[in-house]
């Protein structure tokens, strides 16, 4: 028995859908799609600990989405140091897609061109083309608007995610990671005999080789962003006591 949120534990959730459903990019996907499980990462706290979880994925065989914010006080994503990361991700075979921080929409009218603007800025700054997004914790009326923007995939879209206010008869099943926790099932109890549609969602920020409780998980955390601290304090100072 694998500790949890371990990689060898992630290694088990995905041979058991590898099993039972083909993991697909959401490009791949559309309205007459049978079968299908799709993957995404929302990088809240860590590109380090994205970039940990890409390179577990590239021994799987696998590709899958990375989202990151722009609008983050816990990593600068245009850092050179976190452009490189991000980039290598991306050159893993993975997708790069925008984690949509709405807290500066200061109207809902203006949401298409709001995530569009935050969409380009990721790609200049990486020189990359990135063609999705997933909200950040998103409003039921966001989710409610089924926002469709040309040539943008919305992680969010009917065709990956079923609305509604209870987890029966879904089309699409739904399970995510949040707050370091399955809320909607753990992946291996799933009855893949009723499961035919599947979007699965982590935090990189969960997941260690060791595997960790939330406690001991976000203390480390903690200490390796300390550390990131101090190393580009010391990097750009040199009265710094280290």
Not at 93 to 102: D, E, K, P
């Amino acid at each position: 028995m694998h500790n949890k949120f371990s990689f060898a534990e992630y290694g088990d959730i995905i041979s058991s859908i590898q099993h039972n459903l083909p993991i697909l990019d959401y490009s791949e996907v559309n309205n007459t799609t049978k079968q299908f499980c799709v993957i995404r990462h929302d990088v809240e706290f860590s590109v380090d600990r994205a970039f940990n979880l890409a390179l577990i994925e590239q021994d799987l065989g696998i590709q899958t989405s990375y989202m990151f914010q722009i609008r983050n006080n816990c990593y600068n994503t245009f850092s050179d140091r976190n452009l490189e990361k991000i980039n290598a991700i991306a050159d893993m075979g993975h997708y790069i897609g925008l984690h949509a921080h709405m807290g500066g929409l200061k109207n809902i009218n203006h949401i298409n061109p709001y995530i569009k603007d935050d969409i380009e800025i990721l790609s200049r700054f990486l020189g990359r083309k990135i063609n999705r997004f997933s909200f950040h914790r998103p409003k039921k009326e966001y989710l409610e608007l089924n926002v469709k923007i040309p040539n943008i995939i919305n992680t969010y879209d009917k065709k990956y995610f079923h609305l509604t206010n209870n987890l029966k008869n879904l089309n699409v099943t739904y399970l995510a990671d949040s707050q370091h926790k399955w809320n909607y099932g753990h992946p291996s109890e799933l009855d893949f005999t009723k499961t035919n549609k599947l979007q699965l969602l982590t935090h990189p920020y969960s997941w260690t080789k060791k595997g960790l409780d939330n406690t001991e998980n976000f203390n480390t955390l903690l200490t390796e962003k300390g550390n990131e601290l101090k190393n580009s304090i010391n990097n750009e100072c040199k009265n710094f006591p280290l």
